[in-house]
């Protein structure tokens, strides 16, 4: 799990998606690792709808846009690892 911090007083815990929800994703048209500019908002928000809960997304909705690049960002870190991580192995 990761922490993002949404204001100076709210972090919320975000968890990798699964392999089942990843497939999901797919069926609805949303290869993660190539998306579209057109796809992008409309994956974040299922990706969202998965890996959060409804008032962490009302909350969401009402921060600025960097704040929910941050969260996304965090989603993909732990599904797929980021760059410098060190694997277990």
Request: hydrophobic share 45%; no cysteine.
């Amino acid at each position: 799990m990761r922490e993002v911090k949404l204001t100076d007083s709210k972090i919320i815990e975000v968890h990798a998606l699964t392999r089942g929800q990843v497939k999901d994703l797919r069926r609805q048209g949303f290869n993660l690792m190539a998306l579209t500019k057109d796809q992008a908002e409309e994956a974040m928000d299922a990706a969202f709808a998965m890996v959060l809960a409804p008032e962490e997304i009302e909350e969401l909705n009402g921060l600025a846009y960097p704040v929910a690049l941050a969260v996304w960002r965090a989603i993909l870190a732990e599904t797929y690892g980021a760059p410098g991580e060190e694997k277990n192995s």
